[in-house]
């Protein structure tokens, strides 16, 4: 079975543009979270969602938005990019219920010049 | 709030010697724990949970946790390194109390990277 998809895998942008970034859970994976992770840190929640419908959100400005699709896949909207949104953005997909694991995606190098 | 310590940036240690990687958590409630690894411009591949039950955990490449309640730690260990080990390891907690109407946000360290010399 395919794991979790991510594209694209790099993206080089400037600063006040804006970006997408795409995500495809495991088969049968109905939650799908995004996080940041910027170089030599832990990685930071940003979003979850299930069923089409945010579930929680971390620490971050508005200019950060999410949707799922009803097949379950995920976008990452980043407006007005700052050169603090230079990192690796991961999806990661998860089962409902349990202890609720997730499985992680390659992940997107964003970088803002 | 959910927090989780990794106090070691780095761990060094010879091959087929004994590794643990340390892991001290902060949750409300029961905790959910996890161990992830992750290699150069990789994303995190899971290696083993720890929900409820036996305190010694056992999950991928030879790796097992264990589970501490009283000292709120889940040091991830190894009894025979090797070299492919090497890597960057992250533990993350999640509370047992969250249901999938809210989030099941989880809370990863900041890391621990991993070293093993021939």
């Known amino acids: ?113 | 709030a959910q927090s989780v310590a990794q106090p070691e940036d780095q761990v060094n240690v010879a091959e087929g010697n004994p590794l643990t990687v340390k892991c001290t958590y902060s949750v409300s409630g029961n905790p959910y724990l996890f161990w992830y690894v992750q290699y150069p411009n990789r994303g995190l591949q899971f290696l083993l949970k720890y929900i409820t039950g036996d305190n010694l955990v056992k999950g991928s490449y030879g790796f097992e946790a264990e589970f501490n309640k009283s000292q709120t730690s889940f040091h991830l260990k190894k009894p025979s390194a090797l070299v492919s080990d090497s890597a960057l390891y992250f533990c993350a907690v999640r509370a047992a109390a969250q249901t999938y109407s809210s989030a099941s946000k989880i809370i990863f360290g900041s890391g621990t990277r991993l070293s093993i010399r021939p």
Do not use: M
């Open chain 1, 1 to 113: 079975d395919a794991g979790v998809t991510q594209s694209p895998t790099h993206l080089i942008k400037t600063r006040g543009q804006h970006v997408t970034l795409r995500c495809s859970p495991i088969s049968g994976h109905k939650s799908v979270s995004w996080y940041q992770q910027v170089l030599g840190q832990g990685p930071q929640f940003i979003f979850q969602y299930y069923e089409k419908e945010e579930r929680g959100r971390g620490n971050f400005p508005d200019r950060f938005s999410a949707r799922q699709f009803p097949n379950y896949s995920s976008e990452l909207n980043v407006n007005a990019l700052l050169l603090g949104d230079s990192a690796l953005y991961l999806c990661a997909s998860s089962l409902v219920g349990g202890a609720g694991e997730q499985f992680f995606g390659p992940g997107t190098r964003l970088t803002v010049l």
